[in-house]
Protein backbone atom coordinates (compact mmCIF):
# COMPACT_ATOMS: atom_id res chain seq x y z
CA UNK A 1 0.00 0.00 0.00
CA UNK A 2 1.14 3.07 -0.51
CA UNK A 3 1.34 6.24 1.79
CA UNK A 4 2.33 9.82 2.57
CA UNK A 5 3.70 11.60 5.77
CA UNK A 6 4.02 15.10 6.60
CA UNK A 7 5.28 14.55 10.31
CA UNK A 8 4.55 18.25 11.05
CA UNK A 9 0.91 19.80 11.64
CA UNK A 10 2.10 22.99 11.53
CA UNK A 11 5.26 25.18 10.19
CA UNK A 12 5.80 28.75 11.17
CA UNK A 13 8.20 31.05 9.93
CA UNK A 14 8.76 34.72 9.31
CA UNK A 15 8.62 36.50 6.04
CA UNK A 16 11.76 36.79 3.88
CA UNK A 17 13.44 33.31 5.80
CA UNK A 18 13.41 30.37 4.10
CA UNK A 19 10.68 27.48 4.40
CA UNK A 20 10.85 23.52 4.57
CA UNK A 21 7.83 21.42 4.23
CA UNK A 22 8.71 17.74 5.18
CA UNK A 23 7.07 15.01 3.08
CA UNK A 24 8.25 11.23 3.35
CA UNK A 25 7.10 8.58 1.28
CA UNK A 26 6.26 4.79 0.73
CA UNK A 27 5.28 3.18 -2.37
CA UNK A 28 6.12 -0.70 -3.61
CA UNK A 29 7.45 0.90 -6.81
CA UNK A 30 8.76 3.82 -7.86
CA UNK A 31 6.81 6.88 -6.85
CA UNK A 32 5.18 10.26 -8.80
CA UNK A 33 4.93 12.89 -6.27
CA UNK A 34 3.40 16.12 -5.95
CA UNK A 35 2.72 18.87 -3.99
CA UNK A 36 -0.36 20.66 -3.52
CA UNK A 37 -1.58 23.91 -1.86
CA UNK A 38 -4.71 24.54 -0.41
CA UNK A 39 -5.86 28.22 0.80
CA UNK A 40 -9.36 28.67 2.83
CA UNK A 41 -12.50 27.49 1.34
CA UNK A 42 -11.07 26.96 -2.04
CA UNK A 43 -9.57 23.57 -3.85
CA UNK A 44 -6.50 21.99 -3.96
CA UNK A 45 -4.33 23.88 -6.54
CA UNK A 46 -1.33 21.74 -8.07
CA UNK A 47 2.56 22.90 -7.01
CA UNK A 48 4.67 20.90 -8.82
CA UNK A 49 5.32 17.41 -9.09
CA UNK A 50 8.08 14.85 -9.66
CA UNK A 51 8.24 12.24 -12.21
CA UNK A 52 11.48 11.15 -13.05
CA UNK A 53 14.65 13.09 -13.87
CA UNK A 54 16.54 15.93 -11.88
CA UNK A 55 16.29 15.57 -8.38
CA UNK A 56 15.08 18.91 -7.67
CA UNK A 57 11.96 20.35 -9.53
CA UNK A 58 10.63 23.74 -9.43
CA UNK A 59 7.18 24.86 -9.46
CA UNK A 60 4.52 27.30 -9.35
CA UNK A 61 5.08 30.24 -7.15
CA UNK A 62 8.55 30.26 -6.66
CA UNK A 63 8.20 26.65 -4.71
CA UNK A 64 10.94 24.04 -5.34
CA UNK A 65 11.09 20.60 -4.43
CA UNK A 66 13.90 17.66 -3.67
CA UNK A 67 13.79 14.28 -4.08
CA UNK A 68 15.57 12.14 -2.35
CA UNK A 69 15.29 8.70 -2.77
CA UNK A 70 17.49 7.11 -0.29
CA UNK A 71 15.36 8.83 2.26
CA UNK A 72 12.08 8.51 0.62
CA UNK A 73 11.69 12.34 0.91
CA UNK A 74 10.07 14.95 -0.93
CA UNK A 75 10.73 18.25 1.05
CA UNK A 76 8.59 21.38 -0.43
CA UNK A 77 11.21 24.13 -0.73
CA UNK A 78 11.41 28.05 -0.59
CA UNK A 79 14.27 30.36 -0.15
CA UNK A 80 12.38 33.01 0.81
CA UNK A 81 8.59 33.01 2.15
CA UNK A 82 5.57 35.25 1.97
CA UNK A 83 2.79 35.97 3.96
CA UNK A 84 0.61 35.05 0.94
CA UNK A 85 2.51 31.61 0.92
CA UNK A 86 0.23 31.13 4.48
CA UNK A 87 -2.22 27.69 3.43
CA UNK A 88 -2.30 24.25 4.21
CA UNK A 89 -0.06 22.17 1.70
CA UNK A 90 -0.67 18.50 0.69
CA UNK A 91 2.25 16.17 -0.50
CA UNK A 92 0.53 13.13 -2.72
CA UNK A 93 1.91 9.94 -4.59
CA UNK A 94 1.01 7.54 -6.15
CA UNK A 95 2.85 4.27 -7.45
CA UNK A 96 4.18 5.00 -11.15
CA UNK A 97 4.39 1.10 -11.75
CA UNK A 98 1.08 0.42 -11.47
CA UNK A 99 0.97 -1.59 -8.58
CA UNK A 100 -0.35 0.41 -6.17
CA UNK A 101 -3.66 2.58 -6.44
CA UNK A 102 -3.50 4.59 -9.34
CA UNK A 103 -4.85 7.75 -7.55
CA UNK A 104 -3.19 9.87 -5.35
CA UNK A 105 -2.70 8.71 -1.93
CA UNK A 106 -2.35 12.49 -0.29
CA UNK A 107 -0.89 13.23 3.45
CA UNK A 108 -2.52 14.63 6.38
CA UNK A 109 -1.32 18.54 5.52
CA UNK A 110 0.62 20.83 6.96
CA UNK A 111 -0.40 24.14 7.65
CA UNK A 112 2.25 26.90 7.03
CA UNK A 113 1.95 30.22 8.68
CA UNK A 114 3.93 33.28 7.40
CA UNK A 115 4.29 35.69 9.66
CA UNK A 116 5.27 39.45 8.31
CA UNK B 1 -7.40 29.05 -17.40
CA UNK B 2 -9.99 26.04 -17.99
CA UNK B 3 -10.52 24.54 -14.26
CA UNK B 4 -12.90 22.16 -13.04
CA UNK B 5 -16.03 23.61 -11.50
CA UNK B 6 -18.62 22.14 -8.68
CA UNK B 7 -21.91 23.02 -7.50
CA UNK B 8 -23.40 23.33 -5.09
CA UNK B 9 -20.87 24.95 -3.66
CA UNK B 10 -22.68 24.05 -0.27
CA UNK B 11 -24.91 21.30 -0.02
CA UNK B 12 -27.14 20.86 3.23
CA UNK B 13 -29.50 17.35 3.72
CA UNK B 14 -31.23 15.74 6.11
CA UNK B 15 -30.26 12.32 7.34
CA UNK B 16 -31.28 9.12 4.71
CA UNK B 17 -31.75 11.74 1.87
CA UNK B 18 -30.00 11.42 -1.68
CA UNK B 19 -27.65 13.63 -2.87
CA UNK B 20 -26.44 14.03 -6.02
CA UNK B 21 -22.81 16.31 -6.43
CA UNK B 22 -22.25 17.84 -9.72
CA UNK B 23 -18.88 18.50 -11.28
CA UNK B 24 -17.81 20.07 -14.79
CA UNK B 25 -14.53 18.78 -15.59
CA UNK B 26 -12.05 19.87 -17.94
CA UNK B 27 -13.49 19.52 -21.38
CA UNK B 28 -10.24 17.59 -22.81
CA UNK B 29 -9.56 15.58 -19.78
CA UNK B 30 -10.48 12.00 -20.02
CA UNK B 31 -10.12 10.76 -16.20
CA UNK B 32 -12.57 11.79 -13.27
CA UNK B 33 -12.35 11.39 -9.86
CA UNK B 34 -13.63 11.97 -6.65
CA UNK B 35 -12.38 13.01 -3.01
CA UNK B 36 -13.75 14.07 0.43
CA UNK B 37 -12.10 15.59 2.90
CA UNK B 38 -13.73 15.65 6.17
CA UNK B 39 -13.16 18.59 8.37
CA UNK B 40 -9.69 18.60 9.39
CA UNK B 41 -8.66 15.24 7.94
CA UNK B 42 -6.51 14.52 5.27
CA UNK B 43 -8.14 14.23 1.77
CA UNK B 44 -9.29 10.20 0.87
CA UNK B 45 -9.73 9.24 -2.60
CA UNK B 46 -13.16 7.90 -3.71
CA UNK B 47 -13.03 6.92 -7.15
CA UNK B 48 -12.21 7.39 -10.40
CA UNK B 49 -13.72 7.08 -13.62
CA UNK B 50 -12.65 6.39 -17.57
CA UNK B 51 -14.46 5.51 -20.71
CA UNK B 52 -17.59 5.55 -18.79
CA UNK B 53 -17.26 2.90 -15.69
CA UNK B 54 -15.55 3.20 -12.85
CA UNK B 55 -11.37 2.41 -13.06
CA UNK B 56 -10.87 2.19 -9.54
CA UNK B 57 -12.36 2.74 -6.10
CA UNK B 58 -11.14 2.59 -2.32
CA UNK B 59 -12.98 0.99 0.54
CA UNK B 60 -15.06 4.15 1.46
CA UNK B 61 -17.17 4.03 -1.65
CA UNK B 62 -19.51 1.39 -0.77
CA UNK B 63 -23.06 0.62 -2.17
CA UNK B 64 -24.40 3.87 -1.21
CA UNK B 65 -22.20 6.14 -3.77
CA UNK B 66 -22.82 5.67 -6.96
CA UNK B 67 -20.81 7.86 -10.27
CA UNK B 68 -22.35 8.52 -13.85
CA UNK B 69 -21.20 10.87 -16.21
CA UNK B 70 -24.93 11.58 -18.12
CA UNK B 71 -23.75 13.93 -20.78
CA UNK B 72 -20.43 14.86 -22.30
CA UNK B 73 -19.78 17.69 -20.10
CA UNK B 74 -20.90 16.54 -16.38
CA UNK B 75 -20.15 14.37 -14.15
CA UNK B 76 -21.86 13.48 -10.94
CA UNK B 77 -21.61 11.56 -7.20
CA UNK B 78 -24.60 10.42 -5.84
CA UNK B 79 -24.34 9.37 -2.31
CA UNK B 80 -28.33 7.19 -2.06
CA UNK B 81 -29.21 7.40 2.03
CA UNK B 82 -26.99 10.07 3.40
CA UNK B 83 -25.25 9.50 7.08
CA UNK B 84 -24.14 11.85 9.13
CA UNK B 85 -21.00 10.75 8.63
CA UNK B 86 -20.91 11.43 5.05
CA UNK B 87 -20.41 15.19 5.93
CA UNK B 88 -17.68 16.58 4.40
CA UNK B 89 -16.19 18.83 1.64
CA UNK B 90 -15.84 16.67 -1.34
CA UNK B 91 -13.60 16.97 -4.46
CA UNK B 92 -13.93 16.33 -8.26
CA UNK B 93 -10.82 16.58 -9.90
CA UNK B 94 -9.52 15.79 -13.58
CA UNK B 95 -6.57 14.60 -15.92
CA UNK B 96 -5.72 14.15 -19.51
CA UNK B 97 -3.91 11.36 -18.51
CA UNK B 98 -4.27 8.56 -15.82
CA UNK B 99 -0.69 6.99 -15.56
CA UNK B 100 0.39 10.01 -13.25
CA UNK B 101 2.37 11.60 -15.31
CA UNK B 102 -0.01 14.47 -15.56
CA UNK B 103 -1.35 16.26 -12.72
CA UNK B 104 -5.00 15.93 -11.76
CA UNK B 105 -7.30 19.10 -11.59
CA UNK B 106 -9.49 20.20 -8.56
CA UNK B 107 -12.53 21.89 -8.67
CA UNK B 108 -13.43 23.82 -5.12
CA UNK B 109 -15.04 21.40 -3.71
CA UNK B 110 -18.94 21.07 -2.14
CA UNK B 111 -19.18 21.53 1.45
CA UNK B 112 -21.71 18.28 2.37
CA UNK B 113 -23.68 18.58 5.45
CA UNK B 114 -25.96 15.86 6.79
CA UNK B 115 -27.85 16.76 9.70
Known amino acids: AQSVAQPEDQVNVAEGNPLTVKCTYS??????LFWYVQYPNRGLQFLLK??????LVKGSYGFEAEFNKSQTSFHLKKPSALVSDSALYFC??????????????FGSGTRLQVQP | EPEVTQTPSHQVTQMGQEVILRCVPI?????FYWYRQILGQKVEFLVS????????KSEIFDDQFSVERPDGSNFTLKIRSTKLEDSAMYFC?????????????FGPGTRLTVL
Open chain 2, 93 to 105: ASSEAMGGLLEQF
Open chain 1, 92 to 105: AVRDMTGKGRRALT
Open chain 2, 27 to 31: SNHLY
Open chain 2, 49 to 56: FYNNEISE
Open chain 1, 50 to 55: YITGDN
Open chain 1, 27 to 32: VSGNPY
